[in-house]
């Protein structure tokens, strides 16, 4: 490290097998940049980084490859230039691991960072075979090769996942005194063919006699867990006499259960 002679860079690679959206591409880059400052108040706090920018070095063939070089200010030196993106490739992946997770929440991530990481991966999550590639490489002077001290992948079902829970996670947040429930039991009392909307009534309601024997309005908290209930509804004639075990928020009304926000389903079973 003590003869460093080269360059930092930032390698994006997102790898599609359909054409990606310009809006998609440049709200990815510029969350990639939003990220990367944050990254840098953390790790250098004694500084003004406000105008820490990354810049694009080179756009390569072969899906949409950016190199990205980070221009610090004030300057800093070379080494610390490479702990600058090595550290946002590495903070990146622990920011994104809780959200690969089936109903994943990071609760230490700003409000800020839940919209900035859900734009990050959209190109990738709306392609049906793709993938997202970061690396933080050190670059040789003359020629002389590179290494990569730290690289992070997403393929699109992940980034699916990701926007599911990040989009659950940004409702809840906005939402009034509720207690959540794991793994509980619930039956259909009211059904509709509806299309399901994350963070609207769905047109169903719900009996979870562990907390109330009233039937409560269904809300889904993502789409992924609207669609599994609304194809149980497509494909059964009697839906009704089927046992869903999902996780729920209960949103309470003057201290009593109003509605039932579904934020995850773990498995449909029949009932006899």
Do not use: C
Not at 102 to 110: E, L, V
Not at 111 to 117: D, I, P, W
Not at 173 to 197: G, N
Request: a negative charge; aromatic letters at 6%; zero cysteines.
């Amino acid at each position: 490290m003590d003869d460093l002679q080269g360059e930092a860079v930032l390698t994006v690679r997102i790898a599609t097998e359909e054409s990606v959206e310009l809006k998609d591409l440049t709200d990815s880059l510029q969350a990639f940049e939003a990220q990367y400052r944050r990254t840098q108040e953390h790790l250098f706090p004694e500084r003004d980084v406000s105008e820490s920018v990354l810049i694009v070095k080179d756009v390569r063939s072969g899906s949409i490859i950016f190199d990205l070089i980070p221009i610090l200010a004030p300057i800093i030196q070379e080494v610390e230039q490479i702990k600058s993106i090595v550290d946002y490739v590495d903070t990146f992946r622990t920011k994104v691991l809780p959200w690969l997770q089936p109903g994943g929440r990071n609760p230490d991530a700003t409000t800020a960072e839940l919209s900035s990481f859900h734009k990050t991966v959209a190109a990738v999550a709306k392609d049906r075979n793709g993938k997202l590639d970061i690396k933080a490489r050190y670059v040789k002077s003359n020629g002389a090769g590179e290494e990569v001290r730290s690289e992070f992948s997403i393929t699109s079902e992940e980034a699916r996942t990701i926007r599911q829970n990040i989009q659950s996670e940004q409702i809840e947040r906005r939402l009034p005194s509720q207690d959540d429930y794991k793994q509980v039991v619930m039956s259909l009392h009211q059904a509709s063919l509806d299309e399901a909307k994350a963070g609207k009534a769905a047109g169903e309601k719900g009996v979870i006699e562990s907390i109330s024997d009233r039937p409560l309005k269904l809300v889904y908290a993502s789409e992924l867990a609207g669609q599994r209930i609304k194809s149980e509804l497509r494909q059964d004639d009697n839906p009704l006499k089927k046992a869903f075990t999902v996780d729920v928020n209960v949103e309470l009304f003057k201290g009593k259960p109003h509605a039932y926000r579904i934020t995850h389903v773990h498995s449909v079973d029949p009932v006899e």
